[in-house]
């Protein structure tokens, strides 16, 4: 018994070593610059920017695939603070529509709502609470306001809710106005 016991101990030990050392011998060593990109980007995972969520925009950023006027969530400080980062001049948003809309949050109509999920599916953050043929409630604080999960209600009980802006959310009110970009000579 006490044999067995040694013996499973040893092989726990030996296998415990061998993960660590693989561990440590076959890490992927992210980007820095990708990994400083996707600090900056605002992991909404919307799919705004035509990829499939931050990091693989961030990616595609780095590798100088894509431009850096392409994140409405971010905004403009977003774009600026990417073009900071990358020694580069601002560009105008890309979608300038889009980032000029006020941060909101989803809202559903809990009577009207008949469980079908497909907002749970659609939610790329986890910010949606309910079971099938139950109620579902959004998780204020979780949501990004990305508005995926807005098509695929099919009794269409989602609302978006502008949220009061805070220092975070504020925004330059002048868009035509742009003193930043008068060196670049696009304003
Ligand atoms: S609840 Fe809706 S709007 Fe909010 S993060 Fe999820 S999918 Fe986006
Ligand atoms: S998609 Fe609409 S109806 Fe379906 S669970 Fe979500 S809120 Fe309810």
């Given at each position: 018994?006490?044999?067995?016991?040694?013996?499973?101990?040893?092989?726990?030990?030996?296998?415990?070593?061998?993960?660590?050392?693989?561990?440590?011998?076959?890490?992927?060593?992210?980007?820095?610059?990708?990994?400083?990109?996707?600090?900056?980007?605002?992991?909404?995972?919307?799919?705004?920017?035509?990829?499939?969520?931050?990091?693989?925009?961030?990616?595609?950023?780095?590798?100088?695939?894509?431009?850096?006027?392409?994140?409405?969530?971010?905004?403009?400080?977003?774009?600026?603070?990417?073009?900071?980062?990358?020694?580069?001049?601002?560009?105008?948003?890309?979608?300038?529509?889009?980032?000029?809309?006020p941060k909101s949050v989803a809202?559903?109509?809990?009577?009207?709502?008949?469980?079908?999920?497909?907002?749970?599916?659609?939610?790329?953050?986890?910010?949606?609470?309910?079971?099938?043929?139950?109620?579902?409630?959004?998780?204020?604080?979780?949501?990004?306001?990305?508005?995926?999960?807005?098509?695929?209600?099919?009794?269409?009980?989602?609302?978006?809710?502008?949220?009061?802006?805070?220092?975070?959310?504020?925004?330059?009110?002048?868009?035509?106005?742009?003193?930043?970009?008068?060196?670049?000579?696009?304003?």
């Amino acid at each position: 018994m006490l044999s067995a016991i040694l013996t499973l101990a040893l092989l726990a030990g030996v296998f415990g070593l061998l993960l660590g050392y693989a561990a440590v011998r076959f890490r992927v060593e992210g980007d820095p610059i990708v990994d400083q990109i996707d600090a900056l980007l605002p992991q909404t995972q919307c799919g705004q920017c035509s990829y499939p969520g931050c990091r693989p925009y961030a990616e595609a950023i780095a590798a100088g695939e894509a431009e850096i006027n392409r994140c409405p969530p971010g905004g403009e400080a977003g774009m600026i603070a990417l073009a900071d980062l990358l020694g580069r001049d601002p560009v105008p948003l890309e979608d300038e529509e889009a980032a000029a809309k006020p941060k909101s949050v989803a809202y559903i109509r809990e009577p009207e709502c008949i469980g079908c999920t497909l907002c749970i599916q659609a939610c790329p953050v986890d910010a949606i609470l309910g079971a099938a043929k139950q109620m579902h409630t959004v998780i204020e604080d979780e949501c990004t306001g990305c508005e995926l999960c807005i098509p695929p209600c099919p009794v269409e009980c989602i609302d978006m809710i502008a949220i009061r802006d805070t220092p975070e959310t504020w925004r330059w009110p002048y868009p035509d106005r742009k003193p930043w970009l008068q060196e670049a000579g696009d304003a």
